[in-house]
């Protein structure tokens, strides 16, 4: 079966990664943490110095050797493929997927620090690796979730923001609104106006913005789900609980299982290089010395378009599209129907294909595999993998797709419905609320490399015309 060979060939990419990843440690600097310090900025501290040192090097000797041509087809489509972008963080493969500091997500599952009840990697320690290139101890990880918790307080006034917006407000609008609120507390807008801090000190209140920030997100998100579906009650933050844990609390699932899927979802959604839509318009408005929260509200306008994040809503709906019309026991005669139907009305089959990625989303198969283990009869879980046998080959048939593979938005939708958070027009709230992890330790990282403002070349067609004139 085609679904069948697809898992087959991740078996096999996966044990290829691992090999690789093992021959010559990827990423030089990425090592095992041995330190019993428990404070993550004194470890920054320690490792910015080397890190602008490297920088300079590659400068001074590398500087002007070229890292690609451009094609009049980048131009004219998104700049895809154009490298032009420093982004530490993680860096993207088209045939391996992502990889967190040079770490796959099965790696990091492996590695990265768990709940003492749980299997799936806490996003503290996620972020401790982004922002160091170190895993982690456990002590280390309870130690950011206690300051992530003991940070999470949000004034009344981002409160009083959202509620002068009406409930019929998307929910990525009312959760942009209330980041931007929330930048009135910015640590660096306060120190840059002060005047008194070298720009090579720019990152530690930018450090300090960073972490606030992704603190006070989830409360900020989960305020306006309870605002919009809850009739606004509101459950506070419990400071015994992890990052993802509280989130989902904080929701309103105190479930086991939701606790850990949530742990998991904002583990793998946290960071996927630099060149996507949200990741990009952080970077590019951080580059003007924008302060973490206008460039994080930036990166989730960004993310609240249909093309981008907004996807992991269109998916759920489509597939309870094709429940409403097929049944849940739909055939694959049937899927492939309803699938062309799609297809033949212009619309494209939500979930499938990725502008880098030319093989299955691993983050789609991380989440598979939470599935068969903690639900393997639900009937959408079932249309899913249904779903995985039958449009990849029609998409290939079609001939218009380079990737017909599943992404990330594939599955997040079926497993969020399954426990009960059934309200799709939020889920792009959940994805920028992990997305605050990556943007914002890369932001931290622009500061301490005193990365430039972002100024690429525009032309027009005029100029387009007489430069093919000029070089036929």
């Not at 609240?304 to 049944?327: D, F, M, R, T, Y």
């Not at 009937?379 to 380079?402: D, H, R």
């Not at 992990?434 to 430039?452: E, T």
Request: hydrophobic share 40%; glycine share 8%.
């Amino acid at each position: 079966m085609v679904f069948f060979r697809g898992v087959s060939s991740i078996s096999r990419l996966r044990s290829r990664v691992v090999q690789q990843s093992s021959l010559s440690n990827s990423v030089r600097w990425l090592q095992t943490q041995s330190s019993s310090e428990l404070d993550l900025k004194s470890q920054l501290q320690e490792i910015i110095p080397q890190q602008q040192e490297r920088l300079k090097k590659l400068r001074s000797e590398h500087g002007n050797i070229p890292v690609g041509n451009i094609t009049v087809d980048m131009v004219l489509g998104g700049m895809r493929g154009i490298t032009g972008l420093l982004w530490e963080t993680s860096l993207l493969d088209a045939d391996e997927g992502i990889r967190f500091r040079g770490m796959s997500i099965p790696e990091c599952q492996k590695v990265l620090p768990a709940a003492q009840s749980g299997e799936e990697p806490l996003p503290e320690g996620l972020l401790w690796l982004l922002l160091t290139g170190k895993v982690p101890n456990k002590e280390q990880v309870d130690s950011l979730s206690k300051e992530l918790a003991a940070r999470a307080v949000v004034p009344d006034y981002v409160y009083k923001a959202i509620d002068a917006l009406p409930l019929t407000a998307h929910p990525m609008t009312q959760f942009a609104s209330g980041v931007m609120a929330l930048q009135v507390q910015s640590e660096f807008q306060k120190t840059y106006e002060e005047g008194v801090v070298h720009k090579s000190k720019f990152w530690e209140s930018t450090f300090e913005d960073a972490l606030n920030l992704i603190a006070r997100v989830p409360v900020v998100a989960s305020y306006v789900y309870r605002r919009m579906f809850k009739d606004g009650s509101i459950i506070p933050l419990d400071n015994t609980l992890d990052y993802g844990a509280n989130f989902s609390h904080m929701l309103g699932f105190d479930s086991p299982q939701m606790k850990e899927l949530m742990r998991l979802y904002v583990t793998i959604h946290s960071d996927h290089e630099g060149g996507n839509v949200s990741a990009h318009a952080g970077h590019l408005v951080g580059s003007a010395l924008a302060d973490p929260y206008l460039a994080f509200a930036a990166a989730l306008n960004g993310l609240a378009g249909p093309l981008h994040g907004l996807a992991n809503q269109e998916v759920l709906l489509w597939i309870k599209s094709v429940v409403e019309e097929c049944g849940e026991n739909v055939s694959k005669e049937q899927l492939k129907g309803y699938v062309w139907k799609t297809l033949k009305s212009g619309k494209v089959v939500p979930g499938y294909g990725h502008g880098v990625l030319r093989n299955t989303d691993p983050r789609y198969t991380c989440q598979r595999e939470f599935a068969l283990k903690h639900l393997p009869d639900d009937p959408l879980f079932q249309l899913v993998s249904k779903l995985y046998e039958v449009v990849p080959p029609i998409l290939t048939e079609l001939g218009k797709v380079k990737n017909p593979w599943p992404n990330v938005d594939a599955h997040s939708g079926v497993l969020l419905n399954y426990y009960g958070l059934t309200e799709a027009r939020y889920y792009t709230v959940l994805f920028g609320v992990s997305r605050s992890i990556g943007i914002c330790s890369q932001l931290i990282w622009d500061r301490a490399l005193g990365l430039p403002i972002e100024r690429p070349k525009s032309v027009n067609m005029d100029w387009l015309d007489k430069f093919m004139r000029l070089n036929r």
